[in-house]
C-alpha cells in the first residue's frame, strides 16, 4: 500500500482504508480471472478514489458515519466495475454506449438545424469517440497514471468503462442548477458545429446523389464515411435493438414535450435509486413518485401503441411467435377475446395493413388502434403475470 492508501480523514475520524483494499483485492479475486496483481492494482485506485471523495466531502465528513459511507462507496464501485466485467469487451462497449447515447441524445443537435434521426445518431458516434479520450485523459489525471497508460486487460478495461460512465454523470454546478458533464459537453459540442457540418453528416449517413456525388471524393467526406464503416462493426441484434428502442422512446417524449419523463428515463438508465433521482431533479418523493407514474403511462403507449412492433420484437414477443406467450398461455389468452378481438388478432397475424383491417372490422383508425392497444395490454398482463408472480405489470 502507498501512503495515500494509508492517510485518514481530516478530523479524528479515520477511515480503514487497509481494510477496504482487502475487501476490494479478495472480492475482485474471487469474482475475476484476472492476475492478483492486476486485482491489486484495481483496488489501490478505487481504494484511493473512495478515500479522496471522503476527504472531499463535506457532507460525508458532517455525517460522522464516514467509515459507513467509505465502505459503501467502495462496494457501488466495485460493482459497477465488475458488471462491466461481466459483460465482456465487446457488450460492456455497447451497453456503455448506449447509456452515454440515451443521456446526450436530445442535446446533440447543430444550431438552426434539425437533423434526422441516423444524422443525428452519427453525430452522436463523433461526439463520444472525442469524449471517451477525454475521460481517459482524466482517468490518468486522476489515478496518477503515466500519459502513456492504456487499459490493457479485461479488468482494467471494465475498471475504465466504469469510470466513463460516472464521469460523464458528474454533476457540475451552474448559477441556479447543476448539469451533467456529458450534457455539457454535448451541447458545447453542437454549438461549435459549423452549419454545413450538419450538412456533410446528413449526406454521409443516408447517401445522396444528383450534383453532390462528385464531394464523395473530398478527403473529409472520405475520413467520415471510414469512421462510420470502422464504427459499424456487427453488434449483438438485441443490443442494436435496445440501442434504437432507448433513442427512439427519448424521441417520443421531447416530441410530446414530456421533457422531465426523458430526464427521469435518462437517470433510470444509470440505475439511480429514488432517493438519488429526486436530488438531482429536486423533487420531494411525492412529485418523483408522479413523474414516475407520468413516464409509465408514456411508456406504456410508446411500447403498446406507438413503437409496438420493436418493442415485442426486441423482447421476442412478436406475431409470429404468439406474442412470446406459451400454448398454455396463448390458449388462456385467446379465450378471453371477444369476435372483433380475434378477428383483429388474425388479421394482424396475416399482416394486413391497418387500413385494411379498420375497413374490414368496420371501425376508424382511433378505435382500431384503442382495440390493438387493449388486446396487446392483455397478453403483456399474461407473460408478467409469470415473471412478477400479479396479475398486472409492474416492469419499467
Not at 9 to 25: N, P, R
Not at 221 to 228: E, H, K, P, V, Y
Not at 232 to 253: F, G, H, N
Request: glycine share 4%; net charge neutral.
Amino acid at each position: 500500500m502507498n501512503s495515500a492508501a494509508t492517510a485518514t480523514t481530516q478530523g479524528d475520524k479515520s477511515i480503514g482504508v487497509e481494510v477496504i483494499f482487502q475487501f476490494l483485492l479478495k472480492e475482485l479475486k474471487q469474482s475475476t480471472k484476472a492476475a492478483e496483481k492486476n486485482c491489486r492494482d484495481v483496488a489501490l485506485r478505487i481504494s484511493g478514489e473512495v478515500l479522496r471523495i471522503c476527504n472531499e466531502s463535506k457532507r460525508i465528513q458532517a455525517s460522522g458515519e464516514i467509515e459507513t459511507a467509505a465502505m459503501t462507496l467502495a462496494k457501488h464501485r466495485l460493482q459497477q466495475c465488475l458488471r462491466y466485467y461481466q459483460l465482456g469487451s465487446n457488450r460492456g462497449r455497447v451497453e456503455l454506449h448506449s447509456t452515454l447515447s440515451a443521456i446526450i441524445y436530445r442535446y446533440i443537435n447543430p444550431p438552426k438545424k434539425q437533423l434526422s434521426y441516423q444524422g443525428r445518431l452519427t453525430m452522436i458516434e463523433d461526439f463520444l469517440q472525442n469524449f471517451y479520450l477525454e475521460a481517459l485523459n482524466a482517468f490518468r489525471r486522476e489515478n496518477q497514471q503515466p500519459v502513456t497508460y492504456r487499459p490493457q486487460t479485461l479488468l482494467e478495461l471494465a475498471e475504465y468503462m466504469a469510470f466513463t460512465e460516472r464521469y460523464g454523470k458528474r454533476r457540475i454546478p451552474l448559477p441556479g442548477r447543476q448539469q451533467q458533464l456529458i450534457i455539457l459537453r454535448a451541447q458545447t459540442f453542437s454549438q461549435q458545429q459549423p452549419p454545413e457540418t450538419s450538412v456533410d453528416i446528413e449526406q454521409a449517413s443516408e447517401g445522396s446523389s444528383g450534383e453532390f456525388d462528385g464531394s464523395w471524393e473530398e478527403p473529409a467526406i472520405q475520413q467520415l464515411r471510414a469512421a462510420m464503416a470502422m464504427q459499424a462493426a456487427p453488434e449483438p441484434e438485441e443490443d442494436t435493438l435496445r440501442s434504437v428502442i432507448i433513442t427512439e422512446l427519448m424521441d417520443y417524449l421531447q416530441q410530446r414535450q414530456q421533457s422531465d419523463c426523458a430526464d427521469y428515463f435518462s437517470l433510470r438508465l444509470q440505475d439511480l435509486s429514488a432517493q438519488e433521482i429526486e436530488s438531482i431533479l429536486g423533487l420531494t418523493p411525492r412529485q418523483r413518485d408522479y413523474l414516475q407514474q407520468r413516464f409509465k403511462y408514456h411508456l406504456i403507449r410508446f411500447s403498446l401503441l406507438h413503437r409496438w412492433e420493436l418493442v415485442h420484437e426486441w423482447l421476442e414477443a412478436s406475431l409470429p411467435t404468439n406474442l412470446g406467450l406459451t400454448p398454455q398461455q396463448w390458449q388462456l389468452y385467446t379465450a378471453k377475446l371477444d369476435e372483433q378481438e380475434k378477428s383483429l388478432l388474425d388479421l394482424k397475424q396475416k399482416g394486413e395493413s391497418e387500413e385494411t383491417i379498420a375497413k374490414t372490422l368496420g371501425l376508424s383508425m382511433a378505435q382500431l388502434q384503442k382495440r390493438w392497444f387493449k388486446t396487446l395490454e392483455r397478453a403483456w398482463e399474461i407473460r408478467n403475470s409469470v415473471v412478477s408472480g400479479s396479475s398486472a405489470s409492474t416492469h419499467e
